[in-house]
């Protein structure tokens, strides 16, 4: 049945022409029995940091006594990874019996005329049906691209919707600017829930704060460098948020974070769950369970490292490489930086490629073809990476040769960054995994 499942999902297209609209998967829920009408959900959308604040929301919860389910996009290694049970992968068994249920409703509704669920509609309907059969105290749900037409944008009540940093990604989906961009992130405001969102792009502030007034939504803007957030008039107006803000810095500040960006992904988490406390959502949560969950947080393949000199990083569009630039100056090592590098042709790999170059000036490059349809060509990278200066770059079909290139030719003076495409950190995992030499750290995403 296992090996069943997954050769079923395996051949669900990501695109298809004929697709069914929010409206129609609705009606897949309905034959489900709405299951989602039952849990009390976080929605999560952004263009960079989603999964981390998922994971540090559900770290909190956890460790608050709850039970969470998360549902996250992509995974890396195996697609329970989308469906996770207070914080690890579903149960085989569960799994199995959520495929079978919507299964058996897309044979039903296809016979009615409509779509085949795409790949990313089918899970969503299989993660419904299984927390919906689970019944967590909190499910902690994830977008998939954008926000108002995804497909997660079905659900009707959230408890609160999160919105973290907005950047240019997806531009032919979603918009070519970061205003347009930060609308259709907005479009999972929901009437009256309130909203949590990253502040530190005015641009896309204004967008959010706007649309949070439209929907009568209360909105919490949060900046980790800056205590007077441009945004922040109804904050301001709610003094225990505000008295509780600066509890919440200085629990984040005493957190050891591998990557600067995580400090503002904490910080939204903990902001979430103090508007949460604040409706009466949920009880109070101490600061040190707060900073002890924060401190075990472990979210594979962002800034993690998985042997000496080795760090994973999915960092995929010029807003995540920008981050990771950071992160990397942030370690203050002295050792030469050697890069692993592939992109997926949709992406702006062109000013990835620019950016790393220029502030990173890395000693040698190894660039790769990825196992996916939406690949872009090693030559086409490695011609990329000479023109913006970089003189050591070889070039490979795969990312198992490409890999062990990489580390034969990194010296006890280098350091080696696997970035540019989430579908490469998953490769890599994989064969680090088989490799018995390989020595993964799996909870140092931030520590």
């Known amino acids: 049945m296992e090996q069943q499942a997954r050769a079923y999902l395996d051949q669900i297209p990501f695109w298809t022409r004929k697709k069914n609209t929010l409206e129609q998967v609705r009606d897949f829920l309905a034959e489900l029995g709405n299951p989602d009408d039952s849990l009390r959900i976080i929605h999560v959308a952004g263009t960079n940091g989603k999964g981390s604040v998922c994971a540090d929301l559900t770290a909190v919860l956890l460790r608050a006594g709850y039970r969470v389910g998360t549902f996250i996009s992509p995974h890396l290694t195996d697609v ?23 299964r058996a409703v897309t044979e039903k509704m296809c016979a009615r005329g409509y779509a085949h669920p795409t790949f990313f509609e089918f899970v969503f309907l299989m993660a419904m049906d299984l927390y919906g059969r689970e019944k967590p105290d909190w499910v902690v749900l994830e977008t998939g691209l954008g926000g108002l037409l995804d497909t997660t944008n079905v659900i009707r009540s959230p408890k609160a919707c999160v919105i973290t940093s907005i950047s240019l990604d997806h531009t032919a989906y979603l918009g070519t600017s970061i205003p347009e961009i930060a609308m259709q992130k ?28 439209r929907m009568g939504s209360a909105c919490y803007p949060v900046n980790y460098g800056s205590f007077d957030s441009a945004a922040s008039v109804q904050e301001r107006e709610a003094k225990n948020i505000q008295e509780q803000d600066a509890t919440d810095r200085n629990i984040v500040s005493e957190v050891k974070f591998s990557a600067p960006y995580q400090a503002q992904n904490a910080l939204l988490a903990l902001r979430t769950i103090e508007v949460l406390v604040k409706n009466g959502e949920i009880r109070p949560v101490a600061d040190q369970t707060k900073k002890e969950a924060l401190s075990h947080v472990c979210w594979p393949g962002r800034m993690q490292k998985v042997r000496e000199d080795v760090w994973l990083d999915g960092a995929h569009n010029p807003g995540g490489i ?7 100056r942030a370690q203050k090592s002295e050792k030469n930086i050697q890069l692993l590098f592939a992109a997926v042709s949709d992406k702006d790999y062109r000013e990835m490629v620019k950016m790393l170059c220029e502030s990173l000036h890395p000693s040698a490059v190894t660039v790769v073809h990825i196992d996916s349809a939406r690949a872009t060509d090693e030559h086409l990278l490695a011609g990329l990476f000479r023109t913006a200066g970089c003189n050591c770059v070889e070039q490979y079909p ?9 580390l034969a030719k990194k010296g006890e003076n280098d350091r080696l960054y696997v970035v540019g495409s989430l579908y490469l950190i998953g490769e890599i995992q ?9 020595v993964c750290e799996k909870d140092s995403r931030k520590r």
């Not at 929901?190 to 641009?203: L, R, S, W, Y």
């Not at 920008?322 to 990397?328: D, G, H, M, R």
């Not at 994989?430 to 390989?438: F, G, K, Q």
């Open 80 to 102: 329970k990874e989308r469906f996770l049970l207070d914080g690890s992968p579903a149960p085989e068994e569960t799994f199995e019996k959520s495929f079978e249920n919507v």
């Open 398 to 406: 795969s990312a198992g040769e490409a890999l062990r290139a990489a």
């Open 430 to 438: 994989r064969i680090l995994n088989s490799m018995p030499e390989a």
């Open 186 to 213: 907005a479009g999972i405001i929901k009437a009256g829930v309130p909203v949590i969102f990253d502040d530190t792009k005015p641009e896309a502030s204004a967008v959010i704060a706007g649309q949070a007034e």
């Open 322 to 328: 920008s981050a990771f630039i950071e992160a990397v």
